[in-house]
């Protein structure tokens, strides 16, 4: 592993790739990019799986990616390898093929990152920075690189500590950074069936009624519970509606309640469903459950800044230093 990479280099073999794939079959090849994909990584992350859900991702979000894998160190370290990812689509001949680029980092080396990145950044595309390494945030070189991405892509859900990483979301946000969080995305399908509860004017014409708002969370769901929370107080207060909110510990994964004098609205999940129950009444839909994939793909759809998501960032934090200090 050598101590420095040439982004010269890495762009002169990408272009080899692309002249021996135009060689193989009568077919040709389609060369696809929308966007530049970085996704950081531990270097004792699961390589198998990650290569799977980038693999999943590319023919619906086709980029250039780029894997950087962080092993650690105090010695500079800092290598490259270059490769492609292609399919073809059913009952096509020809191939579609992305580019991919492996970049392995010791901590040591993390201050050249950008000057090699920024080279090999897709001209005028979009770039999504997905940063898997809990601890990267917290790293002084985290700043620069976060800063050429449109946006920053993290998972407060993989911190140790979930108010902190609300925290950092918000610091980040509050220097101009486009970010998101996946402990957000895994609540999209609640906040979908929780709205769709009011779309009925029967109990919309009773949302007065509801006073409080009660969410209970398990192990790793700590900041996906506390954003539904500020989202559905958030949306209250939005249609004038007053109530207190609780977010605490005590289900396997997330429930919420919306309850007050006449009205009970429950969601929670009972294996792979989501069961919605208002009043006495109960109704049950499919809930897949959040792959590291599924996630990505919303997220990749989302390429302008998301002002609900921002909003409720902002409320729950409140929340959570609200919840720490009680």
């Known amino acids: 592993m050598s101590a420095t990479v040439a982004p010269e280099k890495i762009l002169k073999e990408l272009a080899a790739l692309w002249v021996e794939e135009g060689k193989l079959g009568e077919a040709g090849v389609l060369r696809a990019c929308t966007m530049t994909l970085v996704v950081i990584a531990e270097e004792s992350d699961d390589a198998g799986a990650l290569g799977e859900t980038l693999a999943a991702l590319m023919p619906e979000h086709p980029a250039r990616a780029i894997l950087v894998r962080l092993c650690g160190g105090t010695e500079r370290k800092l290598s490259e390898r270059v490769y492609q990812q292609c399919w073809k689509p059913f009952g096509q001949r020809q191939q579609i093929c ?38 990267l945030p917290d790293l002084p070189e985290f700043g620069e ?16 500590d979930a108010g902190a990483a609300l925290r950092r979301l918000a610091a980040e946000q509050g220097r101009g950074v486009s970010t998101a969080d996946l402990s957000w995305t895994r609540v999209t399908r609640w906040r979908e069936m929780l ?10 014409a009773r949302l ?36 207190s909110v609780s977010a605490a510990r005590g289900e396997e994964t997330i429930r919420i309640e919306l309850a007050g004098s006449g009205l009970d609205v429950v969601l929670q999940r009972d294996a792979d469903r989501l069961v919605v129950t208002v009043d006495a009444f109960s109704t049950c839909t499919h809930l897949e459950p959040p792959t590291d994939y599924l996630l990505m793909r919303e997220e990749l759809g989302i390429l302008r800044r998301d002002p609900i998501f921002e909003r409720t960032l902002s409320s729950a934090v409140r929340l959570a230093v609200s919840s720490a200090s009680e």
């Not at 990152?113 to 601890?135: F, K, N, T, Y």
């Not at 709205?195 to 919309?204: A, C, I, P, Q, T």
């Not at 509801?210 to 559905?232: D, N, Q």
């Open 98 to 135: 992305c580019e991919q680029i492996e970049l392995t980092v010791s901590d040591a080396a993390l201050g050249d990152l950008p000057s090699v990145l920024l080279p090999l950044i897709a001209a005028d595309l979009p770039v999504i920075l997905w940063c898997r390494s809990p601890r």
């Open 145 to 160: 690189i976060a800063r050429m991405a449109t946006k920053v892509v993290l998972d407060s859900a993989a911190f140790s």
């Open 195 to 204: 709205s769709r509860v009011f779309e009925n004017r029967k109990y919309l």
């Open 208 to 243: 007065s009624e509801i006073s409080e708002v009660k969410v209970t969370f398990g192990p790793g769901f700590e900041p996906a519970g506390r954003y539904l929370a500020a989202w559905a107080l958030d949306s209250l207060a939005g249609a004038g509606v007053a109530a």
